[in-house]
Structure formats: C-alpha cells, structure tokens
C-alpha cells in the first residue's frame, strides 16, 4: 500500500495541474456566468467532506466498539480533514454566494448544517485535545454522531425551500450540460484522491506517535 | 438483547421515510432548476466575479499547502523525539534492550 | 426488568431532588434570568419584536437544560455514584433510560413556568394549539435530553467538562432546537400554521428515533473503562 502513496501523489498533483485549465476552458453558465465556475471545487470538496465523514463514523463505531488503535487513528485523521475541507467548502460557497446571491453568508438550511458540521468536528477535536485520558472513547461518540447528522445536510436543501441550488441541479447537468458534468466528476475525483493521500499522510503521523508513545513506556521499564 | 437490537435498528430505519414523506408531502417548487450552458459573455459581468473565484481556488491551494506542512512539521517533531529516545537508550545501556 | 431498573433509577433522582430540590429552582431561575437577558436584545421602545417569542423559549431551554444536565452528574460526580450505579448488576442502556426521564422531567418543569411567562412578556400566543406545542415540546425536549444524558454521563469524569458540555452538545443539538423555533413560530403566527407545524413535529420525531437509538447503542462501551 505504501508503494502508492507516490504515484498517487504523482496523478494526483497531474489533476491538479490540468483542473484550473480545464474550468477556465468549459462554457460559462447562462445565469451566474464567471463565478458559477467556483461550482467545481465547491462540489468536489463536498464530495471530500463526504467521504471524510463516512471515514470517521465508521472508524469511531470501530473504536468505540472494538477498541482498535488503527480505527482511532483513521477517526482523528479523517475528523481532521473534514474540519479542513468543510472550511474551504464554506469558504468558496461564501465567495460564490457574494456574487450569486448578494450576500456573504445566508442562514438557509444546507449552509447552517455545513456550519454545525464543521463545528461538531472541531468539538472532536477539542475533545481528543482537552479531555484528559480516555478522551479518544469520547470523541468517537461525537464524530458517530457528527456522521448520523451528515445525510441531513444532504437531504435539507430538499426538505426547506432555500435559495441554494438542489440537489436536482447535479441530475440534470449530464444532459443539459455534459462538459460541465465530466469536469465536475474529474474534479470530485482529484479532491477523493487528494482525500486519500492526506488521511494516509495523517495516519502515518498518528502511527508514528503511538510508536513513540511504546517506545516511552519500553524505556521506563 | 440481539432481537432487541434489531427492533431498535428497525424503528430508526422507518423513521427516515415517515420524516421524507411528511417533508415531500409539503415540498415547494425548486428555486433553481439546472444549470444551462452559454457561450458569449456580456463584459459588464466578468469584471466583479473574476476576483472572487480567483480567491476561492488561491485559499484552497494555501489551505491544503498549509495542512500538509502542519503534518510535515508533526511528523518532523515525532521522528525527532524518536532519535533522542533511542540516543538516551543507547548512551545509557538499558538493560531490556 | 429494563423498565423496572430505568423506574428505580428515576424514583433515586426524584427522591434526591424531592429534599433539596436544588436544581429545580436553580434551573427554572436561570432559565427566567435567560428571558431578562434577551428582553434587552430584542425588545425595541418596549415592544417585544415580533417572533422572537419562539426563539427566546427554546434557547432558554437549551441554556437550562444544559445547567440542569452539568448540575446532575456533577451530583453523581460528587457522591461517586456513578460508579456504583454502573457496578450494579443493570442493564447500561436502563440505567441510560432511568437518567433521560429524570432530566425530560426536570426539563418540563422548567417549560411549566416558562410558557406562560414568555407568552406573557413576549406577547406571544403560544398557547393557540395546545396539543401541537405539546407535541413540539415534548419531542424536542426528548432529542435534546437523549444527547445530553450522553455527552453528560461520558463527560462526567473529563477535566473540562464544563465547557466541552456546551461544546459538544449544541452543534448536535441545532437541528433540533430549529425545527422547535421554527414549529413554535408557525404555531405562534395569526392565524397558526398547522401543516407547517406537523412537518416540522415529523421532522423532529425522526431526529429523537435516530439520537435515541444512537444513545442506546453507544451508552455502554462510552461507559465503560
């Protein structure tokens, strides 16, 4: 697995690369014109906080049921970089949204819900930092909740009339707009790919530090 | 205890579509529908956006740029603890090996 | 059996509570100063602004309920009896249960003074549709109090459990609380908006199936060592 890690950063680095070439190349939309095409990364690192997600509630229901130190170290990798790209998510939604809508920041459904997302793995990880000894048991709990709340940001926009595109727009772009739609998808997948290089980047450190901490305990005896 | 489980894991799964289905039931029509490609830009409108989306995928390339040199700088803190764990073993001569 | 150790635990509380009634006053007090506090923000030239009845409620009930919840287990903190409750031959997730209906019971005490007096000082008619604000609030009181009973029990033993209560507890807990302000504001309007309402009550029973069901499953290993 590890003999990936560099030709994964390799393709990687290469969709990168190629992405800003090809969002400056593909059509412009009829309404929102320039700014639409901040839509590629913003969906992408959706996709991204996605996965993240699903990563840490599953590893917390690992680690709080089994007690293996591997899914605990998938859980603060993964909790960690949804913190990173629900940031940036929030981020290019706000810039999107200053154009788009005329504002900064709109209190509609979807954008609360990233917001309290984004919030409830900060709480993760204040809670692995500040809680003492155990703490590791504590956070899981929080990211299987944080991972329980992640399918209601999906499905609000749906349920709450809000100015925010619906989902229905992604269901409709492979036939009204198939270049954007394949450009959206190749930038999903560079933002899953990036997703994967990091947590494993991150799960590395983890492991060095559980290494570290036996190393410790070896030497006092 | 099992049985009981799965009566649990039953009643949260039903739960789902008795929230969908009284949301739907009340649905509003769709504030956007799509998006639809155009060719041909008025000039009036580029000028304003260019900054924001300019902005948007510079602080991606910084955010990510500044997360991996956090992991980079962790890593390089770890690994160095290591090496002067392993110098004080072996200055000292423990006795475990 | 499950029901019985969940009534036994409960009885203890209330028997606690019952001699000092400590957190009962303490609790209901702190939610009436709440109301004070937010008369300043949103009470223009003496009239309350329109709407802010529901939202002042429920953040009220979110600020006591996290006292209530802190003022709790810290008794059970204080007395060890945490521990001793949990080496009691009893099932975790009736212990779980015997702990939620002690605090959705102090919870509901604290909103039996605070209706009418936000509906009194807010002039809000809250009570319009008494069976659907029932609804709401019980339901509500139900999704707020089943995270809370967790987070609390699996905090009690942490350094800074003060502050990473509120922490944790609210980010989960918003959904909840907006589809409570946002029920209680259609109920309050002139006339009430009942089918928003039920969404809205449909909304959040689906919330309490998914925390409860995840409180019960995860109550056991978070408490143990």
Known sequence: MRKLFIPAVVVAAAMFAWAPIGIARVEYESTMLLVQKIFYFHFATWMAVTASVTVCGIASAIYLFRGTPAADHYAVASAELTTIFCLFGMFSGSLWGRKAWGVWWQWDARLTMAFLLELVFFGYLLVRKYGGPGAEKLAAAMGIFGAATAPFIYKSVDWWRTIHPQTTVMKTLGDKFPAAWNLVWFCSGAFLLLFVITLAARVRLEQLRAQLDRAYLAAEE | MMVRRIGVCLMSLLAVPFTAATAFALQQPAAQDGFVPVTGVPASEQVPAAPLVVGAYAFFLLLMMFYLWTIWRRIGKVEADMHALERRQGAGGSHAG | ?225
């Open chain 3, 1 to 225: 059996m499950f029901l019985k150790i969940a009534v036994l635990v409960l009885k203890k509380d209330l028997a606690i509570e019952a001699k000092s009634r400590e957190i009962l006053y303490t609790t209901v007090f702190f939610a009436i100063s709440c109301l004070l506090i937010f008369s300043v923000a949103f009470v223009k030239e003496g009239v309350p602004a329109e709407d802010a009845a529901s939202g002042i409620l429920w953040i009220a009930l979110a600020f006591s309920g996290t006292i209530a919840l802190g003022r709790t287990f810290e008794r059970e903190r204080y007395g060890e009896t945490l521990r001793a409750l949990l080496m009691a031959p009893a099932s975790r997730p009736a212990i779980y249960v015997g702990k939620l209906l002690g605090m959705i019971l102090s919870m509901l005490s604290t909103q039996v003074v605070l209706l009418p007096l936000v509906a009194f000082l807010f002039r809000a008619p809250l009570f319009a549709r008494p069976l659907l604000l029932a609804a709401l609030l019980g339901l509500g009181t139900l999704g707020f109090a089943s995270v809370g009973t967790l987070f609390a029990a699996m905090l009690v033993r942490t350094r800074s459990r003060d502050a990473l209560l509120p922490i944790l507890l609210y980010p989960i807990t918003v959904p909840v609380i907006i589809a409570g302000v946002r029920g209680t504001s259609a109920l309050v309007q002139a006339p009430p908006d009942e089918a928003i309402a039920t969404l809205w009550i449909g909304l959040l029973t689906g919330f309490d199936v998914v925390f409860v069901t995840l409180a019960l499953w995860t109550f056991e290993p978070l408490m143990t060592e």
